[in-house]
């Protein structure tokens, strides 16, 4: 047996492939049809096709290898072979527990995800408008060896060949959807955190008192926006580049960036952050930025801004390319979580970065709205910030970290403390001769095993502790003990249940959802732990023997959809192995079957039911394809209201209303699913009203998601519902998981937000748990914390993989204390306030009138600016809007969030509640893009060199950058917007899109690919979009003067409407109200 504590030797599971996910690769070919995979058979010892993201083993054993589907790009080189006479490098399936794997879910042809794979060796991914080759010579730091694989240049963070590693690399598709952002130096020369004031922009003008009474009244609501950036995945391994010096909002109070001669973003270079060496002189303060915000009275700013950053006058408004926006870099940020025995401020969420796990663990994980802790509530009640934290335990890490490891204690389990229960971890500090340690989070000291007991160092410091991986890495993975286990770990079962009542047939959805799955059931992989049902609805249930006995499939109905109940429940859930040419078989069958169907009415309440009592005694994935809103049976529901009959807000008294369950039978349903360990992942393909509040309190409780396809298409929606599907499915995940966070004394989790049952305060019951599910975490305190001190977060994860291993994922984060407002401001992380913030307000539109929740929200970003200006920047004149340099795009977020489909009025109800369900989980990486999206040129791809980013440079979302002339897409993470101006050239257009006149825009629409240079350009861009997103992106036409114009104009999030500011004038709003609390009152 493995010495306690000891890396845990690797058990290889039959027909090991580490390739797997590579597998099949083939670049996302959008405009082909879904078709399963070859199976033949492979060599788990030899690499087949070249393996991106490392080498990991499938989520089965045995079977065919699991794919996204695609190819790697031309040059990519496959990675070395698993060294003789033992197992590769990760040993330990990927999925286990919690573990990434390689890739997302393979899928032949299909409409591929999203992967972000390494280019050819000595590649180098370009800055936007220019190439930056690598510096000559670089080379890794010191004691860093490169990684085996195709990055062969620049630094890197080789993985431990350690037997009982676990792979913790990003599915096929890459890191996931990664914004690009400024970076920070590496991590071998980042300075330590300066400690002076922090840094602030500002906005001067002469500006009067304003009147008391506000000219703009309440926040406005209207369109939806999301991020301006220009994202890019990792794809080369190369050297990053400090940024200029000056540019760090951790650095010196109102630092300067002088703006580049002509340059459109005047003076924005880089976004909060970002870490720049301190200045020579410790505590000296550069002039700060100031641009002018007009007088209510009339606009009186300077446009252009000197070295220094005193204003000019003599303009006559605000110039827009003066404001904050946020600015996309190139780097890549090689991120130390700890130096000098001190935290690191991470970098952007939005940006690409590598993480060295020195301590802390990798932001990617877990991230602290703010990154000094304050010591009282009054201190954090005067910031107006939040104190919160947003847990993502499975989410995917770059391709180039080192993998998670997995230790082994033996029978005895991980050390813990025997007060508060917390893992050993490496703030624990060990006493007397490494007798005894004290728990960072409660202080109790502790007799330390006698197996496990190790001297010190002169240091005070284990001298084994770089040898222990919990005891020098933030995040590890422990082998659960019999302790843990309540029952014998689940399997991994998968129970498809499809509509097929008229609507479903007419539309195509039946086609889809059973093409859909007979491509994800092709792909995986056969086992003894694989497990697969189905059944079909309408008015009745329909069950399947799937026994191979049988020459077919048998139906067994179940007519009573008042008390239902699951026939022969043994032969409707059987191994895949014995069902597979059965399955297949039906899948094909099921749209023939059922085509002349004439049965409208959906028993969606009493199916769902049903196909629980069938998994019940395992647990398991149901994945619910519903095309009608459920009319009969358990759960029956009705249109509610005209609102609910017509979708269309009838005014903000009653309206949230329609945002709530109707009753709380589902709700009821679903707290008993996840007692039995069962999730619901639920697929709505329809073209009418569905009342998704009351259907996806189901997949919301049991630890499951909402996919929406509205208005479904035969044509365009296939492809992705495969893709969703497919990810959904070979996703890392894990089954039958409860979720902790606990913090040191003086702070206290206050709540927990997200999809997720909980049966006692402090622990989340989670019946399925991947890596894009994010929980947020609020804390309060509850005494006093200690100035100089570090507060310590732990979060524990405990579960089963699809192996049916038992882990527990621990992530620690120790954070400085602070008594100083400025530290708060300084260390803010805008990723992370602004996703709470997101979350919270979705939170409360179910229960609030929407006028009141935009209130809340431009309250909310108010005051934190108007504590700034009041504590932390008072020697500046009244007349200007500072902004603190970490937190200078919360105002942009901020009009954007309160213009977006979930609290604009003019809204779909069930657009709003997917949008309600959509927020719930989301990761902080795509809370922004989400409410600020992506908008490029593509009607110029061709000119653009071959050395420049594959994805061309964001546009503010504004109408004042679309020209007529030209073609643009605008993408959220979820939905992709084309739209053709009115004057664009016919060659262009035929180019790109297939037709020549804006009259031929269709309705419906599949991006193909055509024999020229723009149209693969075109392509490349939107499958690099795709990979960076995670998801297919629903792709839609749009033109001028008609409802899919309106629909993309209502992105453009920095435009004034009807019934909302602009961006310049929401400042000047912001301001106002600054001034009016912060002003006294004139006698």
């Known amino acids: 047996m493995a010495s306690p504590g000891g890396p845990r030797p690797g058990n290889v599971p039959p027909n090991y492939n580490p390739n797997y996910l590579a597998d099949n690769m083939q670049n996302l070919q959008i405009n082909r049809p879904n078709q399963p995979p070859s199976t033949a058979g492979m060599n788990a010892n030899a690499p087949r096709h070249p393996a991106p993201f490392g080498q990991q083993p499938p989520p089965f054993a045995g079977g065919p290898p699991v794919s996204r589907p695609g190819p790697p790009p031309a040059g990519v080189l496959p990675r070395g072979q698993p060294p003789a006479g033992g197992p590769p490098q990760s040993t330990l399936p990927s999925n286990v527990g919690l573990n990434r794997p390689t890739g997302p879910p393979p899928m032949s042809q299909p409409p591929p995800p999203f992967a972000s794979r390494p280019p050819p060796p000595g590649y180098v991914p370009p800055i936007a408008g220019s190439t930056v080759p690598p510096p000559s010579g670089a080379v890794p730091p010191p004691g860093q060896g490169p990684l085996p694989g195709p990055l062969t240049s620049g630094p890197t963070f080789p993985p431990s060949s350690t037997a009982g590693l676990m792979s913790n690399g990003p599915p096929a598709f890459g890191s996931g959807p990664v914004q690009a952002g400024p970076r920070a130096p590496p991590a071998s020369t980042a300075p330590r955190f300066p400690m002076a004031g ?53 650095a010196q109070q109102g630092q300067v960036m002088p703006p580049p001669s002509g340059s459109a973003m005047h003076g924005w270079q880089m976004q909060h952050g970002q870490v720049a060496p301190p200045p020579s002189v410790p505590g000296s303060v550069q002039p700060p930025r100031m641009y002018g915000m007009p007088p209510p009275a009339g606009p009186v700013l300077g446009q252009s801004m000197a070295h220094t950053g005193a204003a000019v006058s003599g303009q006559s408004k605000i110039d827009p390319n003066q404001i904050p926006r946020p600015i996309p870099s190139s780097s890549v940020i090689l991120h130390e979580t700890r130096q000098n025995n001190q935290a690191n401020p991470p970098p952007p969420a939005t940006s690409d970065y590598i993480v060295r796990d020195t301590g802390n663990c990798s932001p990617r994980y877990m991230r602290c709205t703010i990154n000094q802790v304050p010591c009282t509530v009054d201190l954090l009640n005067t910031s107006a910030m939040q104190m919160a934290l947003l847990v993502q335990p499975m989410a995917l890490p770059h391709p180039s970290e080192e993998p998670i490891q997995i230790v082994d204690f033996g029978e005895a389990g991980p050390v813990r403390c025997s007060h508060c229960k917390a893992y050993i971890n490496p703030f624990m500090k060990f006493i007397d001769q490494g007798r005894r340690y004290i728990c960072n989070l409660c202080g109790a000291t502790n007799e330390t095993p006698r197996e496990y007991q190790c001297n010190l160092g002169p240091d005070g410091r284990r001298r084994d502790a770089d040898e222990r991986p919990e005891l020098c890495r933030g995040t590890v993975e422990f082998v659960a003990t019999k302790e843990f286990t309540v029952r014998d770990p689940m399997p991994a079962v998968y129970f498809f249940l499809i509509d097929v009542s008229m609507n ?25 732990r694989t497990m697969v049902g189905i059944a079909t609805f309408d008015s009745t249930i329909h069950f399947y023997n799937l026994k191979r006995a049988l020459q077919q499939p048998l139906m067994l109905i179940v007519p009573d959809v008042q008390d239902v109940y ?5 032969d409707v859930v059987v191994q895949l192995s014995e069902c597979r040419q059965h399955l297949e078989l039906l899948l094909e069958s099921i749209p023939t079957m059922f085509q002349n169907n004439r049965t409208s009415d959906s028993a969606f309440g009493a199916a769902v039911k049903a196909a629980f009592l069938a998994i019940k005694s395992t647990g398991g994935k149901l994945l619910v394809f519903q095309s009608v809103l459920p009319s009969v049976g358990i759960g029956a529901l009705s249109a509610r209201e005209a609102e609910g009959r017509t979708n269309i807000s009838a005014g903000e008294k009653e309206a949230h209303k329609l945002l709530q369950p109707v009753d709380k039978t589902l709700k009821t349903m679903a707290i008993e699913f996840a007692e039995y360990q069962v999730s619901v992942d639920l697929f709505i393909t329809t073209q009418s009203y569905m009342d998704i509040a009351s259907i996806s309190v189901i997949p919301r409780t049991t630890g499951g998601q ?19 599907l497919r990810w959904n499915i070979t996703r890392p995940q894990g089954f039958e998981a409860v979720m902790r966070v606990r913090c040191s004394l003086g702070l206290q989790v206050q709540d927990y937000s997200g999809n997720f049952c909980k049966h006692i305060p402090t622990d989340v019951d989670l019946p399925a748990i991947d890596c894009d599910k994010t929980i947020m975490v609020t804390l309060k305190h509850d005494d006093k914390l200690q100035d100089g001190s570090e507060c310590a977060f732990q979060s524990a994860l405990l579960y089963t993989t699809v192996y049916g291993q038992r882990r527990i994922r621990i992530s620690t984060l120790s954070l400085p204390c602070t008594n100083m407002l400025s530290n708060l401001f300084r260390s803010a992380d805008l990723d992370t306030q602004f996703g709470c913030m997101l979350k919270q307000a979705a939170n409360e539109v179910p229960s609030t009138p929407l ?15 108007h504590s700034y200006r009041k504590f932390c920047a008072t020697v500046t004149s009244p007349g200007q809007l500072i902004l603190p340099e970490a937190l200078k795009l919360l105002p942009l977020y901020t009009l954007a969030l309160i213009k977006s489909v979930g609290l604009r009025t003019d809204a779909r109800v069930d657009d709003r509640s997917f949008w309600i369900n959509y927020v719930a989980p989301l990761s902080v990486l795509l809370a922004i893009p989400l409410v600020y999206p992506r908008m490029i040129a593509i009607h110029d791809l061709g000119s653009k060199d071959s050395g420049e980013d594959l994805i061309p440079p964001s546009i503010p979302l504004s109408s004042e950058h679309i020209n007529d002339n030209g073609i ?115 006698h």
């Open 706 to 724: 909402v996919y929406y396809y509205y208005p479904f298409s035969a044509l365009s929606d296939p492809a992705k519902l495969a893709n969703d």
């Open 851 to 865: 006028v009141q929740v935009r209130e809340q929200v431009t309250n909310l970003c108010i005051n934190i600016l």
């Open 504 to 528: 479903s047939i007419q539309t195509g959805a039946t086609e889809a959802a059973c093409s859909a799955i007979s491509q994800v059931i092709a792909d995986l992989p056969e086992g003894p």
């Open 566 to 570: 699951t026939p022969l429940e043994s």
């Open 968 to 1082: 643009y897409l605008l993408e959220n993470g979820e939905d992709c917007l084309i739209y053709v101006g009115s004057n664009v050239d016919q060659d262009v257009m035929r180019q790109l899109l297939g037709f020549s006149s804006i009259d031929e825009v269709p309705t419906q629409f599949v991006l193909q690919q055509y024999d020229n240079p723009l149209s693969k350009k075109l392509n490349e861009v939107m499958n690099e979009i795709r990979r960076q997103r995670c998801s297919y992106l629903r792709l839609r036409l749009c033109k001028k003067g008609d409802s899919s114009g309106m629909l993309f104009f209502s992105y453009m999030v920095e435009d004034k409407i009807q019934s909302g500011l602009s961006y310049v004038e929401f400042l000047v709003h912001v301001h106002r109200q600054i001034q009016n609390v912060f002003l006294p009152l004139p």
């Open 198 to 250: 922090p840094p602030q922009t500002m906005y001067s003008s002469a500006l009067q008192p304003p009147s008391m009474s506000s000219p703009f009244g309440s926040p406005p609501a209207t369109a939806s926006g999301g991020m301006a950036q220009s994202a890019r995945p990792f794809l080369s391994e190369q050297p990053s580049v400090p940024p200029p010096f000056g540019s760090s909002p951790f």
